[in-house]
């Protein structure tokens, strides 16, 4: 047997993947680019080598590819610098196979994560992605020989940074995440990554009346989830209707003709989608889709609203995969709240694409038809389709939040005040 060598092996820029998780969404596909001049230009400054830079939007034409498993991967609102990142990498022996990261765990077992390491939870750390991650080439390569020999145990992908992490931990076979506190996500001297925002400034938010907002119900929900969006955040929506199977007049709701299903509402998606470019509605430039019981801040999404143009086809949300290994497609998950642009519903509804029932999974079918027609599936990390206590507190997509779902084991007045409220609401039209 070999010992193992010692002596570090020095890495230079020209060893060095740079995965940048762009999207292929105008917006983000500029600021990905942005992302690439400014590394390339360091690289230039150092003279060190040039390393390879991939926008992931560009790696393929394929919708899962937000799914890959890249070398050092980072977000389009992560600052790299370049030399403080040679020098991190440098205290790792580039012939072994290394994980690193922020670490992130959970605090509790966590219905997004299926309860993994229920019973001891804070024992498993997953990468923060606004820090950016880093494999090193050994781990990378037995990795992809994997992935063409084995199939994924779940046709799901939902959170992908803790799904990459369990992969890669291979029930105790592979490493586990080693921390680098010079990945980070707030400013210190000593940091090769920083990380800016999930909330950019684009300019003045959206107005109210450029945002229409479609709440789905139900009479059973009338007297207990109704209430609740009463009193956090209907106020700050311009138009809203309550779509329900009964028409109720103390609240309003409205009756689509739709029968009420114990799950999927596609038939009632459907419908909303029909009514929003009818004659009936004012002509609203976005359609917000949320549940009864999603808690949203309208505020920042309309903050958010304004990087995007309402022109292209966008929808925005969440983002879940199912079936991504085979070719399968991209959804923005209902509870979390789904954000569609006219131009994407418009086309949506001209395809022909349709539910294959009324109680079919609706974020799904939407995916499944945006897909079809090569409408990609804008993520932000800033919506949520869980609790808050089903996420690791230190996440900073948490501490600017446009939404979290479900009401079960909290009090959801209090939630959306703690982590959706600003503190100084402003007097917008």
């Not at 996500?185 to 229409?212: M, S, W």
Request: overall charge negative; glycine content about 6%.
């Amino acid at each position: 047997l070999r010992s193992r060598r010692e002596v570090k092996i020095e890495t230079g820029l020209d060893e060095l993947v740079i995965v940048i998780q762009s999207q292929r969404n105008s917006y983000h596909a500029r600021r990905g680019g942005q992302r690439k001049v400014e590394i390339l230009q360091q690289a230039a400054t150092l003279g060190q080598g040039v390393p390879v830079i991939i926008l992931l939007h560009e790696l393929s034409e394929y919708e899962g590819v937000w799914s890959i498993l890249p070398m050092i991967n980072k977000s389009e609102e992560t600052t790299v610098t370049l030399a403080a990142v040679l020098q991190v990498l440098s205290r790792y022996q580039v012939q072994e196979e290394w994980f690193l990261g922020r670490r992130l765990h959970d605090n509790e077992a966590s219905i997004i994560h299926h309860y993994a390491f229920s019973e001891d939870p804070i024992s498993f750390g997953y990468p923060d992605p606004a820090a950016g991650w880093a494999l090193s080439a050994p781990l990378l390569q037995r990795l992809a020989e994997r992935l063409q020999h084995e199939n994924l145990k779940s046709d799901f992908t939902i959170d992908l940074k803790h799904e990459i992490a369990l992969y890669i931990w291979e029930e105790g076979n592979g490493p586990k995440l080693t921390a680098v506190p010079e990945f980070c996500t707030e400013q210190r001297d000593d940091c090769a990554t920083t990380f800016t925002t999930y909330l950019p400034n684009c300019g003045d938010p959206v107005l109210k009346k450029d945002v229409f907002v479609a709440v789905k119900t139900c009479r059973k929900f009338h007297s207990e989830r109704v209430p609740v969006v009463k009193a956090t955040w209907e106020k700050d929506a311009g138009l809203l209707e309550y779509y329900s199977d009964v028409p109720d007049a103390s609240i309003p709701t409205i009756s689509l003709g739709v029968p009420n299903t114990e799950r999927g509402h596609c038939g009632k998606t459907f419908a909303i989608l029909r009514r929003f470019l009818s004659q009936t509605l004012p002509k609203a430039d976005w359609l917000l889709i949320v549940d009864d019981d999603t808690l949203i801040s309208l505020p920042r999404l309309r903050r958010l609203l304004r990087c995007y143009d309402p022109t292209e086809a966008v929808i925005l949300g969440e983002r879940y995969g199912y079936g991504l290994v085979q070719k399968g497609y991209s959804y923005s998950t209902g509870g979390a709240g789904m954000v569609l642009s006219r131009t994407a519903v418009s086309r949506l509804l001209s395809s022909g694409c349709s539910c294959y029932s009324d109680d079919a999974p609706d974020d799904m079918v939407l995916g499944r038809c945006f897909t079809a027609l090569r409408v990609p599936i804008t993520h932000s990390p800033l919506f949520h389709q869980a609790r808050p206590n089903d996420y690791p507190e230190t996440l900073i997509s948490m501490h600017q939040a446009i939404s979290f779902h479900k009401h079960w084991n909290i009090n959801p007045v209090a939630v959306y005040r703690d982590w959706l409220q600003d503190a100084q609401p402003r007097d917008e039209l």
